[in-house]
Structure formats: C-alpha cells, structure tokens
C-alpha cells in the first residue's frame, strides 16, 4: 500500500460511500451518501453531479485527518459516461431505465453470442451496450469522433485524474462488449465502433496520474495524490475475501450481498471455465476478476427483493438486535408453510419469468422477515447450483448478518463450508489489496452454523413451487 493513507470511493448503486485506511487496513474515518437518479428529460440518471459535490466535502475533512497519498473508486456495473471536451457529453443512464422496444429489438440482433462473452440479454439498461444503442438514438452524433467511453468506477478516477481508462472488470460485467476467454472486445463493439471510443485499457490496480489541481484547491489534499484505475464493485469483494487464509488459492465462492446478491466462483482450475455450460437465462455470467480471469457468476436482486417483500419503512432482516426474536420465529414459519415464492424483480435471477407471490403471509411482522431471510436464502441457493459452487462459500456484505439467512443457506449446502465476513467494509478492504496484494485480512472467517430446524422438506415444497409458477410464467399461463 502507499505510504500514508489512502481513500476509497465506493459508488454503489443504493450507497456512495467514502473510506479512509491506514497502511494496516484499518479504517480511519468513513462517510455515506444515499443514491438518487433524477429526471434527465429521456431517462433516469445517476446523480453524478451531487455525488461529487459531496464528496468535495467528505475528502475536505479527510484533509484534515492525515496525509492521503492514493485514491482508488470501486462502482457498480452497467454504467457508463461519454465525455467530450473535458466534461459529461450527457447525463449517464441509470440502468433501472426501460430501454425502447424498438431499440432493444434492432440490438439484440447485433449482440455477439453468449459463449462468446458471457453476457446474458439482461432487463432494462443491465446490458451496458443497449445503453450505448439508445444514446446514439437519443442524441445522433454522440459517438462521432472525439467522444470517449468510460466505465463507471473509471469515470471517477477520470473525475479525479483526468485520465479517461477502462478497465476488464468492468468490462466484464455483462457488458455485451468484452469477450473474456479471448480478453478481447467483443465483434459488436468493434463493428459498431464502440471499441474506438472506449477509453484505453489499464490494469485495475495502475495509477492513472497524480490529484487534478482543481480538486486539490477543493479539497487541501496533496498534488502529490495518486488516483487509481479501480474496479467493480463485485470484484472488489472478490479480491478481498480472497485475502483470508480460509479460502485464499482454492476452490471458493463469494456471495457479495447488497442491491444485488452476486455469487462468484473462484475454481480451481480457472483454464476450465465452460461459459456455454452456464444458463444464460437464468441470470448466470462470467464476471472478469482483477487480473483478467474469467469468473463464473449468478445472480438476483436480493437487496430489493428483502425490501420490496419487507416493505420499505420496515426493519431490515439484518438488524442486530433482532437476530434473536427473528430466529425464534423461524419453526412457525415452517410450520405454517408460509412461503415466498419467486421472483419479485422480473427478468432477473434464476426464476427471471417467475411471477412472485406469498403463500400463507405471515401477518406478525417478526415472522414474515423471519419468511423472507428463507426466501433470500432459497433464491442464494439456486443460483449457487448453477456455477457449481462447493467447498467453501463466503457471504459478505450487509446481509452477512442475517443470521436467518446465513444459518439457512448453511442448512441447505450441508456438504459446504459457508462462513461469513466479520469486515465491514469488504468493498474497500478488495481496493485496498489493488495497492497491496499480500494485505491480508484483519479477522478471521466465521464459519456459520446451520438452523436447529430441518428445511428438507419446506425447500423442497418452494422448489416445487418455485419450478411451477416459473413454468407458467415462461409459457405466458
């Protein structure tokens, strides 16, 4: 790591988040901002603007606090910005936005096959391709020459730097555009000449430059400051539960839980990743790590499927000091049968075409979060199948505490290590090892202990369930 401190901006889709750390690991200082799209006019946006008015003012206190000598972004996936002339050449699409029929049909039919890239057609702007399609018909001329394409967490170190890059984890996030067998992009990319206008490629973990003058007269940090290239979000946490003895160079998967559930597999033979063995319709992937290698992926809406079937003002399933009482509810909850049946954000998961539902909803408050840490917990399961996770399986991120949750997806892989991180920054801690690969993890893993009760038979009636609703969904019954 470099001497001093160094900063971590984490742009998450529902959090943006800013990390101060020592050269131990050890968190000094850290701040959070919640994350709205506003109306662009034709579409939803990210707030790129308030995101970094705000974090002006978070780097000011930081300042403050020590010498910062690196800054590295880590961002969500499918998002982009186009610049031209040194500044946002349009408001960058949030990828919740519905993309035109008309435009999507003419896409699709460009879109590079998916044992080539691993990228399976995903909902709404998911695909960051069909997000190019529909700027260069929303705004013709958009990418003419002189206009660059950055990824999201690289648009920050450009924000910072001044140097525009793209990066392969990034690129790799169901883009549509990168092939990551060949580590080439894709034949759309190039035929469409989106290839031409995406930003040089650097290493995740490359300095691009040294702090903008603008930004050190807005913050007081040193022009001696390095900006790093930086990641995707998943991939940060990759790379960081990677640092933990448990799981460091073997067979192992990660579950970053957060708006998104994301199960990473690490196998032991990477050179053996069969994409075209992979569902594509069932929101399966290959993710790109760090240094290149091809990650099979799968994944749902975990966070927004907890809140929708929660309700928004209602306690999170991951509150500590209701652990207890949600535990103690589970043996109704079976005994009931009551179930939630997928899926609550269509078009995503594994049970893309399921039409969620409850079967027999808990009407006490306690029991029905109790129900939705087993739904989370089936749902994590299904999609843990689809890439052949085993051995060893890590959940980090905020659910890592929903001891419903971790306990139940333990009852249900009984032939696997699931543990938990006890970091509460996993995100960061995966930045921080861009600057020090041999940075190893301040806690240990906890290995989880599975429910006192037996879910046998309620996961295999939700299987049923969950297999029939899903089948009448895909024919339309």
């Not at 972004?73 to 910005?81: F, I, K, Q, R």
């Not at 660059?148 to 920050?156: E, I, L, M, P, S």
């Amino acid at each position: 790591m470099e001497d001093g401190l160094t900063v971590v901006l984490d742009v998450g889709k529902t959090l943006a988040k800013l990390s101060l750390w020592d050269q131990s690991g050890t968190v000094i200082a850290r701040e959070t901002r919640p994350n709205k799209p506003f109306d662009a006019g034709a579409y939803a946006a990210l707030d790129a603007a308030g995101i970094e008015a705000w974090a002006a003012e978070v780097l000011r206190d930081f300042a403050g606090r020590g010498p910062v000598t690196a800054i590295v972004p880590v961002a969500h996936g499918a998002a982009l910005a186009v610049l031209r002339d040194g500044r946002l050449a349009c408001p960058p699409p949030d990828y919740e936005e519905p993309v035109p029929e008309a435009v999507r049909d003419r896409y699709e039919l460009d879109r590079d096959a998916f044992d080539l890239t691993g990228s399976p057609r995903l909902p709404l702007g998911l695909n960051l391709g069909v997000q190019l399609a529909w700027l260069e018909v929303l705004y013709p001329g958009l990418l003419d020459p002189g206009a660059t394409v950055v990824t999201w967490a690289q648009y920050w170190a450009w924000v910072f730097s001044g140097v525009a890059a793209t990066e392969v984890t990034s690129l790799g996030c169901h883009t549509d555009l990168w092939r990551p067998r060949d580590a080439v992009f894709s034949a759309m990319a190039v035929r469409r000449g989106w290839a031409e206008r995406l930003a040089p490629l650097r290493r995740a973990d490359e300095a691009l430059g040294q702090l903008r003058p603008d930004w050190v007269a807005r913050t007081g940090l040193s022009a001696e400051t390095k900006v790093y290239c930086g990641l995707h979000d998943s991939n940060a946490a990759l790379l960081a539960a990677r640092g933990f003895a448990e799981i460091s160079n073997q067979e192992s998967t990660v579950l970053s839980t957060g708006t998104w559930f994301v199960a990473m597999r690490s196998p032991a033979r990477p050179s053996d990743v069969d994409i075209s063995a992979l569902a594509e319709t069932r929101d399966c992937l290959v993710n790109v790590d760090a240094y290149g290698a091809p990650i099979p992926s799968a994944r749902f809406m975990g966070g927004r499927e907890v809140e929708i079937l929660s309700g928004i003002d209602t306690r999170r399933i991951d509150i500590k000091l209701d652990q207890a009482r949600l535990l103690a509810a589970v043996p109704a909850v079976l005994a009931d049968g009551a179930r939630a049946l997928p899926t609550f954000t269509p078009g995503v998961g594994p049970f893309p075409q399921g039409a969620g539902r409850w079967i027999d909803m808990p009407t006490d408050p306690i029991a029905r979060r109790a129900g939705v840490a087993l739904y989370a917990a089936l749902v994590a399961d299904a999609s843990l199948d689809l890439i052949g996770a085993c051995e060893r399986i890590v959940i980090e991120g905020r659910f890592a505490e929903a001891e419903v949750f971790v306990r139940a997806l333990a009852s249900l892989r009984p032939r696997d290590r699931i543990y938990v991180s006890n970091a509460e920054h996993d995100v960061s801690c995966g930045a921080l090892r861009l600057l020090t690969p041999s940075l190893r993890a301040l806690s240990s893993l906890t290995p989880v202990e599975p429910l006192a009760q037996d879910l046998q038979a309620y996961a295999g009636q939700w299987r049923r369930d969950a297999a029939r609703i899903e089948a009448a969904g895909a024919t339309g019954i």
